[in-house]
Each structure stands twice: as C-alpha cells, then as structure tokens.
C-alpha cells in the first residue's frame, strides 16, 4: 500500500464548475501536510498548506481528517488555468520520510 | 530572487559515462533532497541531506552518490550511468524536516 494515495483522475470538468480531490495518507504520525500543483513535468509548485482547522486561498479550500487520515482539497469556479496535475503530499520531522507524495490527480478543465 | 537552480537544464549521455548534476540554492535551507520522477511512479526521493557533510539515502539510491560539503550545493552523480536511469530529476530544499519544499527546475537527463 502506497503511503499516500490519490484517484489519478483525470477529471475533466467544464469552466466554472467545482472540483474535489481527496488524497489518504497511512502513517498515522505524519505531522505536515501539503498540495502541490505541477504543470507537464515542469517543477511541482506549492499550492497551499494544510491546517487542521482547514484553511481557505481564494477559490481553493484545503481540509484535513486526521481520523480518517484523509486529506481533501476543494476548487470552486474552475479556469482553464487550473490544469493541472494536484500533488497531496504528508511530512513528518524525521529526515528519510519528511514528505511522501502521492502520484497526482490529473484535473483537465474544459472551455 | 535566485532561489534553487539545476543545471544542466537537459543531459544526453551514454550509458556507462559518470554524469553530475548540479543543484544550488541561495536560502541557506537546511534540507536538500533530489527526487526523480518517471511515468507512473510520481516523485521518488533519491537521497537527502539535512546539513552540509549529513547525507542519506531515500527510496532509490542504488547507482547514485551524493555529496554536501557547502550548505548551499548539493550535486548528484550517476557513477555509471545506465538507461534505467533516464528520467526528470528535481532538486529541492526546506528549511526544515516535514516543511515545505522548494523545487528547482529539473533536468531531463536521457541515457542512450
């Protein structure tokens, strides 16, 4: 079992419609938590942290579920500029696994 | 604002040839990590270092060497290199374990 995992996708949604990813992380003791987007295998870029208390940037609104261990990330008013592929990504503070990320979710916005 | 730079940006090499690649960042981060990334697999973390003269290894670190003798450089080696190894590789740094990560561009490298 991979340690964090997210539905590949794609998915393909129309301008202006809103979109969520979920992502699921294994290791109970992971303390961080982040979304990274990446263009075409160009560098991935941060998106936004993860708070506990769920936190908002603009049109995109990130939540955690430390029970469930699950991590989600919410994107209103889709634009074509926001394909992309989303990086969910689960860190600790000791060196070799201070981040794990997931393979991505591939989200396609269609004009 | 120079931040984390790769060169070279694309390499061609051959297979059994040494190749460098180089990674330099200008924040004075603690961590550096070098990631490869392939179809199918996502980021995968080659090795680490979280100060200069601390290395140590990540997920796939066989045919690879590292070194960190400044804290801002952080070059990889590919020893021998072979066509498994063809792939995007990513440098990055944090201040700090489990923080953020800063990416630096990539280099496509292709072993021939």
């Known amino acids: 079992r991979k340690e964090v995992e997210q539905d590949p996708g794609p998915f393909n949604v129309p301008e202006g419609a809103t979109v969520a990813f979920n992502c699921t992380y294994s290791?109970?003791?992971?303390?961080?938590f982040f979304w990274y987007r990446q263009d075409c295998r160009k560098e991935p870029k941060l998106l936004m942290s993860?708070?506990?208390s769920g936190n908002e940037d603009g049109r995109f609104t990130a939540q955690l579920n430390r029970a469930s261990q699950y991590i989600s990330l919410l994107i209103r008013d889709s634009k074509l500029s926001d394909s992309a592929t989303y990086l969910c990504?689960?860190?600790?503070?000791?060196?070799?696994?201070?981040?794990?990320f997931g393979s991505g979710t591939r989200l396609q916005v269609q004009p | 604002d120079a931040g984390i730079t790769q060169s070279p940006r694309y390499k061609i090499t051959e297979t059994g040839r040494q190749v460098t690649l180089m990674c330099h960042q200008t924040?004075?981060?603690?961590?550096m990590f070098w990631y490869r990334q392939d179809l199918g697999h996502g980021l995968r973390l080659i090795y680490y270092?979280?100060?200069?003269?601390?290395?140590d290894k990540g997920e796939v670190p066989d045919g690879y060497v590292v070194s960190r003798s400044k804290t801002e450089n952080f070059p990889l080696t590919l020893e021998s290199a072979t066509r498994s190894q063809t792939s995007v590789y990513f440098c990055?740094?944090?201040?700090?374990?489990?923080?953020?990560?800063?990416f630096g561009s990539g280099t496509q490298l292709s072993v021939l």
């Open positions: 290791n109970s003791a992971s303390q961080s």
């Open positions: 993860v708070y506990s």
């Open positions: 990055a740094s944090s201040e700090g374990a489990g923080e953020k990560l800063f």
């Open positions: 270092s979280a100060a200069a003269d601390i290395t």
């Open positions: 990504v689960a860190g600790y503070d000791t060196g070799r696994r201070a981040l794990t």
């Open positions: 924040w004075s981060h603690s961590y």
